[in-house]
């Protein structure tokens, strides 16, 4: 059997606590043990424990709650409240629940006006609904600058308060203690290319400063807010890297080590879509390798050094594609075409020296640019016209 205490220190709430700091506790300890984001074996036990901790002391405090509310009458001298004091306590209710309804209301379209902005890209003007707490440590120029890398790797954004708000309260190191309300705000994001949207879910405060609602981050610098940002990202980037390679696996050529032009095309519309929203410069490149008079043996050895002396060249955050027989595709991010010349020219010098005096002689390279900057934005129909061109030529 467990005493009442050690459901306070299961729980891990000083022993007379109310309500909302146990609610609060046991919803942290939820999203920290429970089976399904804990594979400690020891979870599923402890998760068990937790929940008998919080159903005891619920009961304990609802009970309470029902003892104080209760009309004072005596047993003995079966003496009531006259009439006019219990009108005198209705009226009281009821100014103080509209009240509550005020207060709510005014936090809510606080929150409101702030992912609004957010949603709207307008960062200065969702910088005027932060509270002076946060102000003191986070200046316009920075908030914006943290917001704005955020946007560039989640373009499509749209956020839902989902539930109602709760009362709670934020206590600070020189022991002031404001009244807050706490929000539950979910986060889609679309991904553009796919059409697919995965939602996550995050708790914000409101708390009211001189009569004004203000959203409450609680950071203490612009380096925690990207801190932990970059934590999530890396999180979800780690989960996401086994789904895009199951996605894409049936869509790549194993042979040269690139994307089939299928796959080239999705990883291409991300690019293109990001130009559009964010600007910035994309080009284009299409490679030719034939070799008239060859064998298949050393026409497929030629190709596959190609692919090689491509895959070795080119940097990380390009996107090579095999698109058919003897045609590599490219996409260069934030790289003019003059450039990229220059690293094409290369290339195909390379791939002349791979092969050999023999094939790299015989062997016939061309190419052809596409480049798209400032007010010219990408269309994935040029750039299929210039893959045709050149398929039809193999």
């Not at 005198?88 to 936090?107: C, M, V």
């Not at 200046?139 to 955020?150: H, L, P, Y």
């Not at 914000?204 to 610098?221: D, M, Q």
């Not at 940002?229 to 780690?238: C, L, T, V």
């Amino acid at each position: 059997m467990y005493s009442l205490l050690d459901h306070y220190r299961v729980l891990g709430v000083s022993v007379g606590a109310g309500m909302a700091d146990v609610t609060s506790s046991y919803k942290r300890l939820c999203r920290l043990y429970h089976p399904d984001v804990n594979n400690d074996p020891e979870s599923e036990e402890l998760m068990k424990r937790i929940n008998i901790a919080y159903a005891v002391l619920r009961e304990k405090l609802k009970r309470e709650a029902a003892w104080r509310e209760r009309t004072a009458f005596s047993r003995t001298a079966r003496r009531y409240t006259d009439a006019e004091t219990r009108a005198a306590g209705a009226e009281t209710r009821r100014a103080y629940a509209e009240a509550e309804a005020e207060a709510e209301r005014e936090a809510y379209s606080t929150i409101h006006s702030y992912f609004k902005a957010i949603s709207a890209f307008d960062y200065s003007g969702a910088y005027d609904y932060l509270s002076a707490y946060d102000k003191r440590r986070i200046s316009r120029e920075s908030f914006i600058e943290w917001r704005t890398s955020v946007a560039r790797l989640y373009p499509m954004r749209e956020f839902k308060i989902e539930s109602s708000s709760t009362p709670a309260s934020v206590k600070f190191n020189d022991e002031k203690t404001l009244q807050a309300r706490k929000f539950f705000v979910m986060v889609t994001e679309e991904d553009f290319a796919e059409n697919s949207t995965s939602s996550d879910g995050v708790e914000k405060l409101v708390i009211n400063e001189n009569g004004r609602w203000r959203l409450f981050l609680g950071y203490k610098s612009v380096y925690d807010l990207t801190r932990t940002f970059d934590e999530r990202f890396e999180a979800g980037r780690k989960l996401d890297i086994a789904r895009r390679f199951d996605e894409y696996f049936k869509e790549l050529c194993p042979e040269y080590d690139m994307y089939s032009l299928a796959g080239f095309r999705k990883a291409a519309s991300h690019e293109i879509y990001r130009q559009k929203r964010f600007g910035g410069t994309l080009t284009f490149a299409a490679i030719s390798v034939r070799a008239g008079g060859l064998h298949e043996a050393g026409r497929d050895e030629l190709l596959r050094s190609a692919a090689k002396v491509i895959n070795n060249t080119l940097r990380e955050t390009d996107i090579p594609a095999y698109a058919g027989d003897g045609v590599f595709a490219i996409l260069f991010v934030e790289l003019r075409k003059k450039n990229a010349e220059y690293i094409i020219d290369r290339i195909t010098k390379k791939i002349r020296g791979a092969a050999g005096p023999q094939l790299g002689g015989i062997a016939d390279i061309d190419f052809a640019f596409e480049s798209w900057s400032g007010n010219s934005y990408a269309e994935m129909g040029a750039i299929d016209k210039i893959l045709e061109k050149f398929c039809k030529k193999q």
